[in-house]
């Protein structure tokens, strides 16, 4: 291997650069816990190879690695570098937003308990999905209370050093219980230093 001839170069990028793509898309659709520098390398080369086995298959077969010897081999190969990925991110953050629905949780009942992947529980319980959607009843350090729709136009901060909310329809909250929608209101920001604890509500509550 003295000097980098094309083949080469294509060779590494698919065998090295389908994990990295897959991780990219996984941290893209759920909030991981940040690993070392280390970890997260194996983690890449792991994906690689895992995601390079059916090439590795091909070359059992054929006694060749596939190499784009004409336009349509290109495309095809382009297609599975970066389709493979995204679908594998896609499917490892759906393992992940819901791990119950999947067959190995059997291995809990032998003990073996892994650790969530996803950062934080606030992280967790906002990346939920709801069967109706819920309102959010927010209790302030001075004890006032500020009521919200969370639906689309609601955003809960992902960012681990800012938990902000932002409701897009808020409501204010009494002391008998009472909400009352914010005339012409526009959205209200809750800032993360202003936040005691966060109800869910569900909508015949309300």
Same mark, same amino acid.
């Given at each position: 291997m003295d000097k980098l001839t094309p083949q080469?170069?294509? *060779?590494?990028?698919?065998?090295?650069?389908? /994990?990295?793509l897959m991780a990219f898309w996984v941290n893209l659709f759920v909030p991981l816990r940040p690993g070392t520098d280390n970890k997260n390398l194996l983690t890449y080369i792991f994906l690689s190879l895992l995601l390079s086995l059916p090439l590795l298959l091909w070359y059992g077969y054929w006694g060749k690695l596939p190499f784009f010897s004409s336009f349509h081999q290109l495309v095809g190969l382009l297609? *599975?570098?970066?389709?493979?990925?995204?679908?594998? /991110?896609?499917?490892? =953050? @759906?393992?992940? $937003?819901?791990?119950?629905?999947?067959?190995?949780?059997?291995?809990? @009942?032998?003990?073996?308990?892994?650790? $969530?992947?996803?950062? =934080?529980?606030?992280?967790?319980v906002f990346l939920r999905t709801f069967d109706a959607v819920p309102f959010v009843l927010v209790t302030l350090k001075d004890g006032k209370q500020i009521g919200g729709?969370?639906? &689309?136009? &609601?955003?809960?901060? =992902?960012?681990p050093t800012e938990r902000d909310?932002? +409701? /897009? @329809?808020?409501?204010?909250? =009494? &002391?008998?219980?009472?909400?009352?929608?914010?005339? @012409?209101?526009?959205?209200? +920001?809750i800032t993360a230093d202003q936040i005691a604890t966060i109800d869910f509500v569900e909508p015949e509550s309300s």
């Open positions: 080469l170069i294509w *060779y590494i990028f698919l065998f090295l650069m389908p /994990g990295f297609a *599975y570098g970066i389709a493979v990925p995204f679908l594998g /991110g896609a499917l490892a =953050s @759906k393992i992940v $937003h819901n791990p119950a629905r999947f067959p190995w949780t059997w291995l809990e @009942k032998t003990g073996v308990r892994p650790v $969530h992947p996803i950062a =934080s529980a606030w992280d967790k729709l969370w639906d &689309a136009e &609601a955003i809960a901060s =992902s960012d909310i932002f +409701l /897009g @329809k808020a409501y204010r909250v =009494s &002391a008998d219980g009472d909400w009352t929608a914010i005339p @012409k209101g526009l959205g209200t +920001l």
